[in-house]
């Protein structure tokens, strides 16, 4: 997949310039006019005592979103900004280091990558790697699955993501606490919505930020999940005490519903696939099996159980259909 | 966005047809391709092709993977099915397989996956007794590069240990059909891909009865997708104890497979509730 560099960009950018200077005037506001202004839309909600969340939109990645629907959480120090999770594109990880350095009045102390996604790990071309953080499986999984992310993100969110680069964290998070200019933070390296995912417990304001290891209000994804695995660790997280979780996509919750629907949401889905697998459908069958009510509600339901089905569909096939032949000697 | 136009050049294309008199010439092609005249003359030579929505195409909305795209294609409602192809108009290659169904042993349909290398009309087409060829079909939007990308097997050492296994079973229908799914591990090389292995694919699966009575032939092309997981709809004996699947890759592998009917099985419990 073609990728503007910035040379192609500021070639791009001179020959504009040149078409613009030899049309006649009266069509240049046309051509201003149908320009994309591909700018992100950043508004900071303030949740606790320097803590923000910027909410994303509860949608599926689009052109028109720009892929910005992941939860992103600034904190403040006394060190500087900690950013947690960078976007979905170089622009948005620019502009996002902007309104952290704004809201903090310092520059940028850490970023944190929850896990390697590219709508939560695609912005951090935006920051100092030297800052940039996460565990050992998040950054294995964005060097193995980067470049393949990266033709998706193309493909859909096209100009939005002009010049974006996969960037590798340059530090490997470890269990334990870190202190951060007076900000006490768990940083807890877990697995089950990926292969590697890390909730951080802000213990100076009882903030904890969990990643796609919980979803509010939006059907949870699974392309790299193990069900069992993120189950166990939904559990663990709802042993926590916290004031404010702050899911990865969807609002942040003062009670327990993000991980509870996210653990509902689980279960309904893997049964209803083993069922579907049980009667002998196949996926286009079983795509448009009937959900359960408590879902109506939930963005990207549909969308997301027809996503699961591909997901799970394979390795149940895989592990369940019984043996009946082989290749003859 | 995208979806919107395509209707909206489909209903345009309609409009211009039916505003010259569709019934003079051939019928504008519903999902606009730029190659579908050519596909269809080398498919179908001269013979008459309707589009027709009887003849069913179901992809997802979503595209997961362009190397393990679901389908289905089903032309259940039409009467005497004697062939259906399924074919993808921008794949560099178009023809994907052909279930000829025996007559009254057999349904037309078929489930399976599908490698795109790029957004593209996916069709069924259904030759009834009459000669005509019945087309339905859809546009798969997806990013591609399936069809050029390495089996996965090729990154799995002891993958000729475990070419040809298969996995399937058999499920009864209440309308006398049984279900078959069968999986049958094979890299389906298309010959495309950038680690220059040649194209390696299984050629063709034979269904038949207990008694070796045939029931459909499966051609399968480089685009089915890697160990091969298809659903058919077929009607053995109902005495039948199983279904046999006797395939052959292109470099004459021969593969067999016996699919025990459970019903048929006296040492096994009573039949589990069937599906459709």
């Known amino acids: ?52 969340m910027i909410a994303g939109v509860q949608e599926a990645i689009t052109f028109e979103n720009g892929g910005a629907i992941a939860n992103i959480t600034i904190l403040d120090s006394k060190d500087g900004a900690i950013v947690v999770d960078t976007g979905p594109s170089r622009r948005y990880g620019e502009q996002l280091a902007t309104l952290a350095r704004d809201l903090t009045g310092k520059d940028i102390a850490r970023v944190y990558i929850t896990h390697f996604h590219p709508d939560h790990a695609f912005g951090n071309q935006g920051f100092d790697v030297a800052k940039v953080a996460a565990p050992d499986g998040v950054i294995k999984g964005l060097a193995a699955m980067g470049n393949s992310f990266s033709d998706a993100m193309y493909y859909i969110a096209r100009d939005w993501m002009r010049g974006t680069e996969i960037v590798l964290p340059s530090k490997t998070v470890t269990e334990g606490v870190e202190e951060i200019g007076g900000r006490k933070l768990r940083l807890m390296p877990r697995a089950g919505h990926t292969a590697s995912d890390l909730a951080i417990l802000d213990e100076t304001s009882g903030t904890l930020i969990a990643g796609d290891l919980a979803f509010l209000d939006r059907a949870p994804t699974t392309p ?14 709802g042993d926590i005490q916290c004031r404010l979780l702050i899911p990865g996509h969807g609002p942040a919750d003062a009670g327990k519903r993000a991980l509870t629907q996210t653990h509902d949401w689980l279960i309904a889905i893997q049964e209803i696939i083993e069922r579907c697998f049980n009667e002998g459908q196949d996926m286009p069958e079983a ?18 159980f027809t996503r699961s089905v591909m997901h799970l569909y394979t390795k149940l096939e895989a592990a369940k259909l019984p043996s009946v032949g082989a290749r003859e000697k | 966005m995208i979806k919107f136009a395509i209707r909206f050049t489909t209903a345009a294309a309609l409009l211009t047809a039916m505003a010259a008199g569709a019934h003079a010439g051939p019928v504008s092609d519903p999902l606009n391709s730029p190659v579908w005249n050519d596909l269809a003359k080398k498919t179908f030579g001269d013979a008459e092709i309707v589009f027709d929505d009887r003849v069913k195409v179901i992809v997802p909305d979503v595209v997961e993977n362009q190397a393990q795209v679901p389908v289905s294609a089903d032309a259940r409602a039409l009467p005497n099915v004697e062939r259906l192809v399924v074919l993808t108009d921008l794949n560099p290659i178009q023809h994907v397989l052909t279930l000829t169904p025996v007559a009254a042993k057999a349904d037309a349909f078929v489930s399976f996956r599908l490698k795109v290398e790029q957004g593209t009309p996916v069709r069924a087409a259904a030759l009834t007794s009459d000669g005509v060829w019945h087309v339905g079909g859809v546009f798969l939007e997806a990013a591609g590069g399936g069809c050029s990308s390495p089996a996965m097997a090729r990154g799995d050492s002891d993958w000729t240990t475990t070419v040809g296994n298969a996995q399937g079973k058999l499920w009864r229908n209440a309308d006398g059909t049984a279900r078959l799914r069968l999986r049958v591990r094979h890299p389906m ?40 997981t298809l659903t058919l709809s077929v009607k053995p004996q109902a005495t039948d104890a199983s279904v046999s699947v ?31």
């Open chain 2, 189 to 228: 090389d298309t010959g495309l891909a950038k680690d220059n292995t040649p194209a390696f694919f299984i050629e063709k699966l034979d269904v038949k009865g207990a008694g070796g009575e045939p029931l459909a032939t499966i051609e399968l092309f480089e685009p089915v997708s890697e160990d091969p």
């Open chain 1, 224 to 237: 790299h999940a193990d069900l069992a695995v993120w189950q166990t660790t939904l559990k663990e997280l």
């Open chain 1, 1 to 52: 997949m073609t990728k503007f560099n910035d040379d192609c960009d500021s070639d791009r950018r001179r020959m504009l310039k040149l078409a613009a200077a030899s049309i006649a005037v009266p069509l240049l506001p046309v051509f201003i006019a149908n320009a994309a202004p591909l700018t992100y839309t950043l508004t900071p909600q303030k949740i606790g005592d320097g803590v923000w």
């Open chain 1, 287 to 304: 795509m448009q099996a009937p959900l359960p009510k408590a879902f109506e509600g939930m963005a990207l339901a549909r969308y997301e």
């Open chain 2, 246 to 276: 006797d395939g052959r890759d292109n470099n004459g592998n021969i593969y067999r497979s016996v699919v025990p009917a459970s019903w048929n099985q006296s040492a096994l419990a009573a039949p589990r509730a069937a599906t459709r």
